[in-house]
Structure formats: C-alpha cells, structure tokens
Nanobody
Framework: QVQLVESGGGLVQPGGSLRLSCAASGSIVSPNAMGWYRQAPGKQRELVARITSGGITNYADSVKGRFTISRDNAKNTVYLQMNALKPEDTAVYYC???????????WGEGTLVTVSS
C-alpha cells in the first residue's frame, strides 16, 4: 500500500500562484510515476500533470506554460507550482502514484484550490 498526503491548497486571486505538495509513503517502488489530477464541480476528473521518477513529464494543454511539476525522489514528494491561476483552475486537486503513467493506482484525499477575487 501507498499513502499520499497533499498540502498547499487554498484561496488565491486570479493571476496569483500556489504550490501544492504531495508526500508518498509505504510500499514505494522504483521506477514510478506521480502526478496531479483535478476535478471541478460537475466535471470529470482530469489530468493536470504527471512525472516519472526519471523526470519525464506530461501536462494538460490547459496548464502548459503556467504550471510546473517537479519531484524530490529522495523524499518521495511531488510538487505542482501553479502560476497565473485562472478561475477555471478552481477544483479539488488529487495527488496520484503508480508504477507508470498508465497505472496510477493510488490517490490522495485531495486539496481544494479556489481561484476567485
């Protein structure tokens, strides 16, 4: 089993920035992949960004150029730096972990990001 604990959500004005963190613990294997997904009210969960332990990244088109995913493999922690936030970025953001991008089997409880003036 793998446990994921997210932090860093909150309320921010449009154009502002936030950084999310997610620490993984438990039966961590390598190589692996970690990532962020989000779910807005009334919408399906969607990919935001993901990264392998080797540093390969993948972003949703809607966040390219604004969000940056990174990780510290020694700490089993993934980060999401979110800049130039828009109201449409408002959602619950979930951390995910898996053996590969296509096997993200573990999920955190989510952290709420609200972008509003």
């Amino acid at each position: 089993q793998v446990q994921l604990v997210e932090s860093g959500g909150g309320l921010v004005q449009p154009g502002g920035s936030l950084r999310l963190s997610c620490a993984a613990s438990g039966s961590i294997v390598s190589p692996n992949a970690m990532g962020w997904y989000r779910q807005a009210p009334g919408k399906q969960r969607e990919l935001v960004a993901r990264i392998t332990s080797g540093g390969i990244t993948n972003y949703a088109d809607s966040v390219k150029g604004r969000f940056t995913i990174s990780r510290d493999n020694a700490k089993n922690t993934v980060y999401l730096q979110m800049n130039a936030l828009k109201p449409e970025d408002t959602a619950v953001y979930y951390c995910s972990y898996g053996r590969t991008f296509f096997a993200m089997n573990y999920w955190g409880e989510g952290t709420l990001v609200t972008v509003s003036s």
